[in-house]
């Protein structure tokens, strides 16, 4: 019986307040969120994680002083490895987790994946939208810390993957209807941001957002005032715009309400629950921006899941190493910053 390993990468969260600041210094030590020399890099890092430690340290207080990202996770990780012993009865499938910046971090996983001694290893980001940031910066930290047996096969992204859209659209159409479908919505998509110097050379995260808002779209049918934004603004540098605080603000003076969809997060945690949940909430009160609505993010979603487990037996079918999309994609020439383009 083949033995397959499937890696889910994640960012990782703080598993208790005094996390915060290491997970911080773990993410700004990253070269591909900094791209400075590491010896201008790791003093920023320090110097960034302990003046951001409060203002963090209060929105994980919200969330009870921890993220919740690690639990959201396993409960992906449980239902994917069912749903890949249904799907695949004669593959003996195990789902791993490695997080990017806190425990389990890569070291610590590719010794219990070495363990399971797999012949097939899929790298599965739960980033459906690629990034040097995210996705680039993880394949890179598992290559230098896995030194186990097994081939390995990288799903790169997934942004218009149809169970992933569909999951998207399932979820909007029952917070419409639980909100008995008001007619003054705007629905706002909102991703987790990025500089825009980033996208300019040639990351392709904006483009697969839009790719995967239009996927949304198309799975929900018919026609909605809609709009993308992003959220998760750090530092001095201009992001991609229009911000989702601005964004709110615009609906309301359009004289509409907001459902928020968090279009680039697989689950919920501080972005979600703290960032719109708590501080967007406070802005559409303030500018009137009524109902002010938040769709819950795929987490174990059925078509969500199912779509993980076609990519991940997908790409464990493909012949050779590497890395590739699953579902209709491929980045286009001036986004190609990404692993389907072989240029990650
Ligand atoms: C879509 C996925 C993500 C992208 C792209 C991304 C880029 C990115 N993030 C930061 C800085 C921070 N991100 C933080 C939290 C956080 N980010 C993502 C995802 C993406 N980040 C997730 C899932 C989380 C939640 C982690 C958790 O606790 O559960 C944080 C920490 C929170 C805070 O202090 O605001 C920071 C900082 C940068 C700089 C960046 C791209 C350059
Ligand atoms: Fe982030
Ligand atoms: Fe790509």
């Not at 201009?238 to 309400?257: M, V």
């Not at 969809?261 to 406070?282: M, R």
């Amino acid at each position: 019986m083949t033995r397959l390993a499937v890696v889910l990468f994640n960012l990782g969260g703080p598993d208790g307040p005094e996390a915060v600041r290491p997970f911080l210094f773990n993410l700004f030590r990253d070269p591909a969120i900094i791209g400075l020399p590491a010896v201008l890099r790791y003093p920023l890092a320090a110097w960034i994680s302990r003046t951001r430690e409060k203002l963090a340290k209060a929105n994980y207080a919200i969330m009870g002083g921890a993220s919740p990202l690690l639990p959201e996770t396993q409960a992906q990780a449980r239902a994917l490895e069912a749903e890949l012993t249904a799907k695949a009865p004669d593959i003996e499938a195990r789902v791993f987790i490695a997080m990017r910046y806190w425990k389990p971090l890569a070291a610590e996983t590719a010794e219990a994946v070495a363990a399971f001694a797999p012949d097939e290893i899929v790298l599965l980001p739960l980033y459906p939208q690629y990034s040097t940031t995210t996705t680039a910066s993880s394949v890179k930290d598992w290559a230098a810390a896995y030194e186990g047996p097994g081939r390995t096969r990288t799903v790169c992204c997934y942004p218009t993957a149809q169970g992933l859209a569909a999951a998207h659209a399932r979820l909007i159409e029952r917070a419409l209807e639980a909100a008995g479908s008001p007619r003054n919505l705007r629905l706002l998509f909102s991703a987790h941001g990025l500089p825009k110097k980033v996208v300019d050379a040639g990351d392709p995260y904006q483009a697969q957002v839009e790719a995967s808002v239009r996927a949304v779209l198309a799975e929900l049918g018919g026609e909605f005032d809609h709009q993308v934004c992003y959220q998760s603004r750090v530092g001095p540098l201009e992001w991609l715009g229009p911000s989702t605080d601005a964004a709110i603000r615009q609906a309301a003076a359009d004289g509409k309400g907001a459902l928020v969809i968090p279009i680039a997060f697989v689950s919920d945690h501080v972005e979600t629950l703290v960032e719109l949940d708590h501080e967007y909430a406070a802005v559409a009160r303030e500018v009137g921006c009524t109902p002010y609505l938040r769709v819950p993010a795929l987490g174990t979603s059925p078509d969500f899941i199912g779509a993980l487990a076609e990519a991940a037996l997908d790409a464990a079918g493909r012949d050779g190493e590497g890395a590739a999309p699953f579902g209709p994609w491929l980045c286009p020439a001036q986004h190609g910053k990404c692993a389907c383009r072989g240029r990650a």
